[in-house]
Nanobody, 123 residues
Framework: QVHVAESGGGSVQAGGSLRLSCAASAYTYYMGWFRQAPGKEREGIAAIDTYPRTSYTDSVKGRFTISRDNRKNTLYLQMNSLKPEDTAMYYC????????????????????WGQGTQVTVSS
């Protein structure tokens, strides 16, 4: 069992930046960031493996950067040029086993989930 916990959410104006962190209680092979806006499905936005190789959904490419510190079992998401449509609850997820060609962005690939941290971007 791996416990993950997010931190760093908050409110920011459009064009601003936020950095999210996620602490895992043990080693993980893949870690990912997901978000869910009211009335919408949870979507994968960025993922990373231990090499690290990364994956991004198109809507955040060039604006968000995922990274990890394997020694600290910690995941980060640097979010720049934030837009109102980025407003959502952001979740960290982890998987301990390998098996994908690229870090997966599908919710079903991950076993362990955090409680989420709210990000609100105002126009």
């Amino acid at each position: 069992q791996v416990h993950v916990a997010e931190s760093g959410g908050g409110s920011v104006q459009a064009g601003g930046s936020l950095r999210l962190s996620c602490a895992a209680s043990a080693y993980t092979y893949y870690m990912g960031w997901f978000r869910q806006a009211p009335g919408k499905e949870r979507e994968g936005i960025a993922a990373i493996d231990t090499y690290p190789r990364t994956s991004y959904t198109d809507s955040v490419k060039g604006r968000f950067t995922i990274s990890r510190d394997n020694r600290k079992n910690t995941l980060y998401l640097q979010m720049n040029s934030l837009k109102p449509e980025d407003t959502a609850m952001y979740y960290c997820a982890a998987r301990t086993s390998s098996g994908y060609v690229t870090p997966p962005l599908s919710t079903g690939a991950y076993y362990y989930w955090g409680q989420g941290t709210q990000v609100t971007v105002s126009s």
